[in-house]
């Protein structure tokens, strides 16, 4: 009798350790080993390129990748990258212009998922999405985080990191502007982006092209998210959920909505209140 017990015993010890060792392993998937380093636009310093060097923590074997595909001139982006972080360090820096053909071939694809250093350039973020959306260099990307490596990107490669990503374009208004003239619901047009860093909306050029009313409409959109502006020159270095800012500039945080109220005519919104907070390099903050 005793040892049917104690063989039941086992047999539960041995089902909590294995449920224990599964929800181990699922939660270390979960966290990438990898870091985000999301650039504002604008001009980039040495200081903080080498800042993007270090935290990418490149040993002799590594090389660096660009992801040109924002850009309507992909050479153009490459080099101007490369001229300026090849004085900084002296691993590979290479291009990798992927189109809807080369995104399926293999060996591209293993080439940019073992990089230690992804960059993504300039321009417009949905036409960089319109060639890595469900496409296994979209999965190669993910993988790269996941595994250690660092993803960045400025301007248009800033707004890709998003899961959902502001395209720049007003549902309300044909013509592009550089900002929002109001705020209304239903007006900011998002996509699918890489999806990197969960619950939160970035918006770049932030200071320089004043883009609070952009930002405050995707809170509006969505309300449990943390809307992140980054201004020029500026980045912020996403570790988990622990974000530093670098750079010369400043990063703008809104989040928590309160009391939102649509007119009934023209889609214009109310807030009751919300967050907002103003970081400097070195200043830190988490996201949920």
């Known amino acids: 009798m005793n040892s049917i017990l104690n063989s039941a015993k086992n047999k539960q010890y041995l089902f909590l350790f294995a449920l224990i060792v599964l929800i181990c392993n699922l939660s270390q998937a979960q966290t990438p080993k990898g870091k985000l380093f999301i650039i504002g636009g604008g001009k980039r310093s040495d ?4 800042q993007l060097l270090s935290i990418s923590s490149l040993q002799k074997k590594d090389y660096i990748v660009v992801l040109p595909m924002s850009s309507e001139e992909p050479d153009s982006a490459y080099i101007y990258f490369k001229k300026q972080v090849e004085k900084l360090t002296p691993n590979p820096i290479v ?10 071939n293999k060996v591209l694809v293993d080439s940019l998922q073992k990089a230690k ?4 350039s300039g321009g417009d973020q949905t ?4 060639v890595v959306s469900k496409t296994p260099v979209f999965d190669a990307i993910h993988q790269a985080y996941q595994n250690g490596s660092t993803i960045s ?3 248009a490669g800033a707004a890709v990191m998003c899961e959902h990503m502001i395209t720049g374009n007003q549902k309300l208004e044909k013509k592009y502007t550089e900002t929002f003239d109001n705020i209304r619901y239903d007006n900011l047009e998002t996509a699918e982006g890489l999806g990197l860093i969960k619950n939160v909306i970035i918006d770049q050029h932030f200071l320089k092209r004043s883009r609070y009313n952009r930002l405050l409409s995707g809170l509006v959109e969505f309300p449990t998210h943390i809307g992140i502006g980054i201004d020029e020159s500026t980045a912020i270095i996403v570790r988990n959920k622990e974000i530093e800012i670098a750079g010369e500039s400043e990063v703008i945080v809104v989040q928590n909505p309160k009391g939102i109220t649509k007119a009934p005519k023209n889609n214009v919104v109310g807030i009751e209140g919300l967050e907002m907070s103003i970081y400097y390099a070195g200043q830190q903050f988490k996201i949920k």
Do not use: D, W
Request: a positive charge; zero cysteines.
């Open 47 to 50: 200081q903080l390129m080498t």
């Open 95 to 104: 291009m990798l212009n992927f189109n809807k053909t080369t995104a399926t």
């Open 117 to 120: 250093l992804i960059f993504i």
């Open 127 to 130: 036409r960089f999405m319109g």
């Open 153 to 155: 990107g400025t301007s």
